[in-house]
């Protein structure tokens, strides 16, 4: 082979090494938290990327849990503030779902958590009161709840745990067990059309209150992440 040959063999060779490796690093990610057990002192505080000082929000994630077989409660998502339970999300020990803001709740007869991977979400807007519940793209009737009311800032987001005071006075029996990703959030109410495009995996606006693909997560205690390619 010709010297000219031999390089431009080698300058095709690197390139294409080049763009191997440009692939790679581009290629995307997504993080899973494993609850392996049930206890009371392993959680994960989200890290918002502004106040959750809110008229209305978008809330989704993908979850998969066996607790739902019994008659238990299972706490989902968790923002307390140092007085409040500001915005709570469970599985009730009845099976009905509920969303708590500062007082009593709201509750939903939704198709049960399993094994599998749900895509739930979660939605409320404070003018209109309405409040719903989505399932793998499906919304449930609405309801109404505490209108004119506004979640205020100032607190700390968990999932694993329920705290009855600020970060601490967790209870094993309400600690989630499973796995859970894909959470997101936004400061306001997306579309029945935005919900179900995003549970199939559609390109939507990232979350601006919580955005999975770049969200900072503090793990406390007992939990595992998993990172995989997408």
Same mark, same amino acid.
């Given at each position: &082979?010709?010297?000219?040959?031999?390089?431009? #063999?080698?300058?095709?060779?690197?390139?294409?090494?080049?763009?191997?490796?440009?692939?790679?690093?581009?290629?995307?990610?997504?993080?899973?938290?494993?609850?392996?057990?049930?206890?009371?002192? @392993?959680?994960?505080?989200?890290?918002?990327?502004?106040? #959750?000082? &809110?008229?209305?929000?978008?809330?989704?994630?993908?979850?998969?849990?066996?607790?739902?077989?019994?008659?238990?409660?299972?706490?989902?998502?968790?923002?307390?503030?140092? %007085? %409040?339970? =500001?915005?709570?999300?469970?599985?009730?020990?009845?099976?009905? %779902?509920?969303?708590?803001? @500062?007082?009593?709740?709201?509750?939903?007869?939704?198709?049960? #958590?399993?094994?599998?991977?749900?895509?739930?979400?979660?939605?409320?807007?404070?003018?209109?009161?309405?409040?719903?519940?989505?399932?793998?793209?499906?919304?449930?009737?609405?309801? &109404?709840?505490?209108?004119?009311?506004?979640?205020?800032?100032?607190?700390?987001?968990?999932?694993?745990?329920?705290?009855?005071?600020?970060?601490?006075?967790?209870?094993?029996?309400? @600690?989630?067990?499973?796995? !859970?990703?894909?959470?997101? &959030?936004?400061?306001?109410? #997306? @579309?029945?059309?935005?919900? =179900?495009?995003?549970?199939?995996?559609?390109?939507?606006?990232?979350?601006?209150?919580?955005?999975?693909?770049? !969200?900072?997560?503090?793990?406390?205690?007992?939990?595992?992440? !998993?990172?995989?390619?997408?």
């Amino acid at each position: &082979m010709a010297l000219w040959d031999k390089m431009g #063999l080698l300058a095709t060779l690197l390139i294409f090494g080049v763009s191997l490796s440009l692939a790679s690093a581009e290629r995307p990610m997504r993080r899973s938290l494993v609850f392996p057990k049930e206890n009371d002192n @392993s959680y994960v505080e989200l890290v918002p990327q502004k106040d #959750l000082d &809110m008229g209305a929000f978008t809330l989704c994630m993908r979850v998969a849990t066996e607790l739902a077989k019994g008659n238990r409660e299972i706490i989902l998502f968790a923002y307390r503030t140092l %007085y %409040y339970d =500001e915005l709570n999300m469970w599985r009730e020990a009845d099976g009905r %779902y509920g969303l708590f803001m @500062s007082g009593e709740g709201v509750f939903f007869h939704l198709p049960e #958590l399993n094994t599998f991977q749900t895509h739930l979400c979660l939605t409320w807007d404070s003018k209109s009161g309405m409040a719903a519940f989505h399932v793998d793209g499906k919304r449930s009737i609405r309801k &109404m709840y505490k209108p004119g009311h506004k979640v205020q800032n100032g607190g700390k987001v968990i999932l694993g745990q329920d705290p009855d005071s600020f970060l601490k006075d967790f209870d094993s029996k309400q @600690s989630f067990v499973g796995e !859970i990703t894909d959470v997101n &959030m936004w400061d306001y109410v #997306l @579309s029945d059309a935005m919900i =179900e495009a995003l549970h199939v995996g559609k390109r939507i606006p990232r979350g601006n209150i919580f955005d999975w693909e770049t !969200i900072e997560l503090i793990v406390n205690g007992n939990v595992k992440v !998993i990172t995989e390619e997408l």
